[in-house]
């Protein structure tokens, strides 16, 4: 007798360990761990995934049997099972929603399977389930379990094929195609009576001549100069014949040359070695790869990889939204070709489906992705890469809440194999670690042929302000005209983070900030206050200015459409284009503007963080930040560090070729460390400054932090309960533990909920994830009264 442990589709905490299930008879043996079934869960059915096959029930009672299964093979495999395990502990979930967070989004969702029978033959042997066709639906609610165990032996023996209805429906690309329709003689005749100046139509003629039975996509023509107008006119005469041919999904946009290794220079050589050293020896090594801006990680990258491969492993390689441009993902696609899977949030649900079926049917060796790539089917991975480490997408805002480098730790750990952690500006946290000898420190702290790295200047925007009204300072657009006399390309950032939140003095470069925090106070329209979110200190918005008095004291920002109106009055000749979110909404336009950029057909590329990173373009040497004072003026404990990471990232865009790049840096904290730092791009100094002031306010990473939020429909109950919270964490962790709040939350209403939260800070708390578990546990009782916990461990921000 086999019995299926059964995690089903509940999250509560009763539901989190396996329910028992009795496999039928005539399916034992053929039904596996990681296969999603339907379950009889009182009086319903429900999903679940199966996580075991016992012979044995903890059980007392009568077993029901499955109903049916949901998969004919598993969908999550030994490792993935045995991570989410994992990971529903680390961040306080539950393991199915861990399970689920694992699958493509299109297998989440309620789809249909068809059951295809691979040639005639089968379908006419098996006619309980084709009854004479070559496909049907699988229908799983009318299958007998002996009709189920037929399947699954064809499938097992790879006689019919299981397509998702989302693989099937998704609508497919149709694009317009043309056939010859005349005898190639009459087509000769025809090219006598056509003009010779009449180029297309004559070239034309030609390829159908040349090519008599070829299909031409109009897509292809116009690559060769062939218009749709000059097919129109090719129809009505009669030469061809227009029809429509379905186009097979396509992740990679276009299509790439292959490119070859270049010859590392010795720091490169050096990284690639160690890293390479520890693939082959199956040592589950962590390095952090500090490399400054333009010093070639990339290549670093690339050849680790190859070398994986070339031991018959794979490899995944991990970078943020953001950087996940076309220039990162053709470099690897030109030096690795369809081996490369693509993982990433702008590809449709059947994109991403069939992505994952190549990786998960092992076709696929090396994927690259954002974040939920970490949970790739890969097996035998022989390392992971997680490029721009430092980067706050990494970490998922909702349920469940994981880091995607400790996840990247578990699975190199279980494989054997090394992580590779690069960054110019690499987390506190994981340059401590290298410190302390637990990650090894692998740098390249020259550019490529020792360019130099360019020189940045920084502004101080309270003289300029007092001078003109401009969003560009006097220095910068001075330089941009000469960059644009000189035909070179500039690059003009606007800091949008934070933009509206805070308060600032345009005079003086005055914020408000706690007087028990080192923080700035986040401003409560609705309330009219400045709030600490730390300690839950209030003061009124001010209306003049405490410092100078002034009248001028009030949000600071602006948007980027207004910038680029402003930029395209002072340069009219100027060819700018704009990138930031209402530009880049459409699939492909990201792409489309990188490449017009990249073709040297536009000038200026103006826009929000999205430009600041992975770029690399030879001719720009010009690089403007509008603003840098919006992120450093977050609420955060992390600004300084987003201040300089960001700052010397976009640096980093100019001068990575010949030319000498310059940098202006627009401000109003021009004494503040992490502006300083950024123009002489001391990463080292910075580190030794930012230990000191995480030290001093006991912040990460010298101490370990946990967010517990809670939320109800009613504002006092959210209160009480986070106080009953706050009395029981008093009484259950040591004395030597840090308690903050609660407090409100920066938005304290949402959708109607009120919003409040707790910090815990420790060091060395041995019972503390025991405590959060009774936290929870006691909270779901409550939760038919609205109240719901929530508990991120080391959330990347206290807001
Ligand atoms: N060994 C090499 N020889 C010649 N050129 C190289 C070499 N390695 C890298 N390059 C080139 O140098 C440029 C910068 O490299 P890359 O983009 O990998 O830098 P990076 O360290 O990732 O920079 P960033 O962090 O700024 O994105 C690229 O154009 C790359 O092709
Ligand atoms: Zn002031
Ligand atoms: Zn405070």
Redesign the pocket.
């Known amino acids: 007798m086999q019995i299926a442990q059964v995690i089903v589709d509940i999250p509560t905490s009763q539901t989190n360990n396996p329910f028992s299930y009795l496999i039928p008879d005539n399916l034992s043996g053929q039904v596996s761990p990681g296969m999603r079934v339907q379950v009889p869960f009182g009086p319903r059915k429900i999903t679940g995934f199966i996580v075991a096959i016992t012979d044995r029930s903890e059980f007392q009672g009568k077993l029901k049997p499955i109903s049916s299964l949901v998969d004919l093979y598993p969908v999550i495999n030994q490792e993935l099972l045995e991570l989410a395990t994992w990971m529903a502990g680390q961040t306080y979930s539950f393991k199915i929603n861990c399970l689920q967070t694992m699958l493509p989004g299109g297998m989440r969702t309620k789809f249909k399977k068809k059951l295809i029978a691979k040639s005639d033959q089968i379908r006419d042997d098996n006619p309980q389930i084709f009854a004479g066709q070559n496909e049907v639906d699988y229908d799983r609610a009318h299958y007998s379990s002996n009709l189920l165990s037929q399947i699954l032996n064809l499938q097992k023996t790879d006689q019919i094929k299981v397509e998702y209805e989302l693989t099937i429906h998704a609508k497919p690309v149709m694009m317009a195609a043309f056939k010859r329709q005349m005898t190639p003689e009459a087509l000769k005749a025809e090219s006598q009576h056509v003009r010779s100046n009449a180029i297309a139509q004559q070239h034309l003629l030609k390829l159908l001549l040349d090519h008599p039975d070829e299909q031409f996509l109009q897509s292809k023509l116009n690559q060769k100069g062939i218009s749709s107008s000059t097919t129109r006119v090719a129809e009505q005469r009669g030469w061809i014949k227009k029809t429509q041919v379905r186009q097979i999904r396509n992740p990679f946009l276009r299509s790439v040359k292959k490119s070859q290794p ?4 010795a720091d ?1 050589q050096a990284a690639v070695s160690q890293i390479n050293s520890a693939t082959s020896t199956k040592q589950n090594q962590i390095f952090l790869l500090e ?11 690339l050849q680790s990889i190859a070398h994986a491969l070339s031991l018959g492993r794979t490899a995944l390689m991990l970078v943020p939204e953001i ?1 996940l441009t076309p ?2 993902v053709g ?1 690897i696609r030109s030096r690795f070709g369809d081996q490369v899977a693509m993982l990433h949030s702008a590809l449709s649900n059947g994109e991403r489906f069939d992505e994952w079926q190549r990786i998960n049917s092992g076709q696929a060796k090396v994927v690259v992705g954002v974040r939920s790539a970490v949970f790739a089917p890969l097996t035998n991975l022989g390392l992971i890469i997680i ?2 480490e430092h980067d706050s997408s990494y970490k998922q805002a909702d349920n469940p809440r994981y880091q995607t480098r400790d996840v990247a730790k578990w699975r190199a750990a279980y494989h054997h194999c090394p992580v590779v952690l ?3 500006t690499p987390s506190l946290e994981s340059r401590a670690r290298a410190m302390k000898g637990v990650y090894r420190l692998l740098r ?1 702290p020259h ?3 020792r360019h130099a790295l360019p020189h940045v200047s920084i502004i101080d925007m309270k003289i300029e302000m007092a001078k003109h009204h401009s969003a560009l300072s006097t220095a910068l657009s001075t330089a941009i005209s000469d960059r644009l006399a000189k035909h070179e390309q500039i690059i003009l950032l606007l800091n949008r983070r934070g933009y509206s939140s805070f308060l600032m003095c345009r005079d003086c470069g005055y914020v408000p900030r706690c007087p028990n925090c080192d923080i700035s106070l986040t401003m409560h329209k609705d309330t009219g206050t400045l709030d600490c979110h730390y300690c839950g200190h209030k003061e009124p918005i001010p209306r003049v200015c405490p410092q100078c008095h002034s009248k001028r004291i009030g949000h600071y920002g602006m948007g980027s459409q207004q910038l680029e109106e402003q930029v395209k009055e002072m340069f009219p000749t100027a060819r700018v284009l704009r990138m930031d979110v209402d530009t880049t909404r459409r699939k492909g336009s990201h792409e489309a503007i990188i490449d017009k950029f990249g073709a040297h057909k536009a000038d200026i590329l103006l826009g929000t963080q999205m430009i600041a ?4 373009f ?1 001719e720009v040497t010009l690089v403007g930040v509008l603003n840098a004072d919006s992120a450093l003026a977050f609420p955060d404990f992390r600004s300084s560090e987003r201040t300089f990471e960001l700052l010397t ?1 976009v640096s ?2 100019a001068g ?2 010949d030319k000498t790049g310059e940098v202006f840096i627009q401000t109003f904290n021009p004494d503040h460390y992490a502006i300083q730092l950024a123009q002489t791009q001391d990463y080292e100094r910075f580190y030794a400054t930012e230990m000191r002031v995480r030290h001093d306010g006991k912040y990460p990473p010298y101490y370990f932090t946990v967010k517990l939020t809670g939320s109800s429909p009613n504002e006092n109950q959210t209160a009480a309960e986070m106080y009953a919270i706050l009395n029981f964490l008093k009484a259950n962790l040591s004395k030597m533990a840090i308690i903050l709040g609660p407090t409100p939350k920066t938005i304290t209403r949402i959708n109607n909920r009120y919003y409040y939260q707790i910090i815990i800070k420790y060091q060395n708390e041995p019972h503390l994830k025991a405590v959060l578990d009774q936290v929870l546990l006691k909270s779901q009782k409550k939760q038919r009264h609205g109240l719901q916990i929530a508990i991120d461990n080391e959330p990347l921000d206290f807001m």
Do not use: C, H, M, W
Not at 291 to 301: A, C, D, I, L, Q
Not at 613 to 616: A, E, P, S, V, W
């Open positions: 270049l010859k590392l220079n490169q490399g400054v801006t333009g010093s070639g990680k990339t290549e670093v990258y950087t220039q990162i470099r490029d721009e690069g960054s110019a390249l550019r490529i042929n990173k992975g770029l690399d030879p990232q980093g865009r990575r070729a």
